[in-house]
């Protein structure tokens, strides 16, 4: 039996403003392709299909055609858990027409647990696997509040409802495998036990700007990997953005998001985790996903940014950039002079970073402080103090300044 376990497509997601449906587009017919051509079985989705809990019309379109897709080829079962950006309602709302596809959705925690155990049959209608879909798990999901509770207790109840949780399911899992032996003939065999998951590993890896989310206040429930059991033939997770084992083990694996969700990932290699289970034996190959548009952050000092820049254009390939000025010379005119290096080339700007002027508006007397810390209109106040501009411009320059806010926020709200 083959299982492609991928996750974190973030359909609908947006990079400083570029749509991305055209990535997610060829993503997808990827996907199809290496289903067929591996003769996948089973496809796990371990949450996060969608960036928001109200996708676009376009980004539900490509998560529906392709389940139709996957429905005509060879794969026999799809099943997709929720992630902590999926709206569990949304993903439910058609989940029984899905399952006359083969496709099980899990939207949210049940209050039945078996409902979480799905017991999958071969063309014959034999038991061939067992699937422990288990979504996200919400903060209500886990722990009732309380008055007077420390982050201790919190965290206590939400790492104590979680090891419950997967042990109840585990439990549930393991009987139905043993009365599928039974049924299927196969006293002296066990049907294999896959467990699916979105959670956040203690230890786990994660890069700037990757937009993974911490999943409870206060960066509580970290979870161990010695929490959830060890009788599961392969775990397949979500969230982490990055390709990784859980606590070292070959079969209990983060996928990562098959694309690069910001520029800390530029030039990481992505890939789905293709896994095979035969003779009771589980192996596990990382499947490279193409690049299908390419990111670079460039760094340094001028020099180092334009030559570097002379070099991609030179390349005459389709790049997407982030720049990051990190020279001593305070350059007044660096996007002019950035959009000339790159004129009529295959490269474009996405976001500059000028991080002199960063460094000029943080304040010297605490290391510590990061453009976090500040408020919108403090940045600015902060930036015309260092470029010492005389108290009476200062006023038309605000008034200037929060229209453009305004403007670019009134913009972002038209987009979504």
Not at 133 to 162: C, N, T
């Amino acid at each position: 039996m083959k299982i492609l376990h991928t996750s974190d497509w973030h359909l609908s997601r947006t990079l400083y403003g570029r749509k991305r449906y055209r990535e997610f587009a060829a993503l997808l017919d990827w996907l199809a392709a290496t289903i067929n051509e591996e003769q996948v079985d089973v496809l796990l989705i371990a949450g996060d299909v969608f960036d928001t809990p109200a996708p676009s019309n376009r980004a539900q379109a490509l998560y529906y055609r392709f389940l139709c897709r996957i429905a005509a080829s060879p794969c026999r079962h799809v099943v997709v858990i929720a992630g902590n950006h999926d709206s569990p309602s949304f993903l439910n709302a058609p989940r029984e027409l899905l399952r006359a596809l083969d496709v099980h959705v899990l939207g949210a925690a049940t209050a039945e647990r078996a409902d979480e155990v799905l017991l999958l049959r071969d063309r014959r209608g034999q038991p061939e696997l067992i699937v422990c879909a288990v979504p996200y798990l919400r903060d209500r999901d886990l722990r009732l509040a309380e008055a007077d509770e420390s982050l201790e207790d919190k965290e206590h109840k939400l790492l104590a409802g979680i090891r419950d949780h997967y042990a109840e399911v585990a439990a549930i899992a393991e009987q139905a495998g043993r009365a599928g032996a039974r049924e299927a003939g196969a006293t002296a065999s066990r049907i294999p036990l896959v467990a699916m998951g979105h959670l956040f590993a203690s230890g786990g890896q994660t890069v700037e700007g990757d937009g993974v989310r911490e999943l409870y206040i206060g960066s509580l429930a970290h979870v161990p990997a010695g929490l959830l059991p060890e009788s599961f033939d392969y775990l397949a997770l979500g969230h982490l953005h990055v390709p990784q084992q859980l606590g070292g083990s070959p079969t209990r694996r983060y996928s990562g998001s098959p694309l690069p969700l910001g520029f800390g990932e530029a030039g990481r290699p992505k890939s789905v985790c293709l896994v095979e289970m035969a003779a009771g034996a589980t192996t596990v190959q990382l499947r490279p996903v193409p690049v299908f548009q390419r990111l670079e952050r460039v760094a340094g000092d001028w020099e180092t940014i334009a030559a570097r820049l002379g070099e991609l254009v030179a390349e005459q390939d389709s790049v997407w950039l982030e720049i990051v000025y990190e020279g001593e010379e305070v350059i007044a005119d660096l996007r002019r002079r950035l959009e000339a290096a790159v004129a009529d080339s295959g490269l474009e700007i996405l976001r500059i970073r000028n991080n002199r002027i960063i460094e000029r508006v943080l304040s010297r007397n605490r290391a510590d402080e990061t453009l976090d810390d500040l408020e919108v209109d403090e940045v600015f106040s902060r930036c015309l103090a260092a470029h010492r501009v005389p108290e009476p411009q200062r006023p038309e320059l605000f008034r200037a300044y929060r229209e453009a806010v305004a403007s670019l926020l009134s913009e972002d709200r038209r987009a979504e």
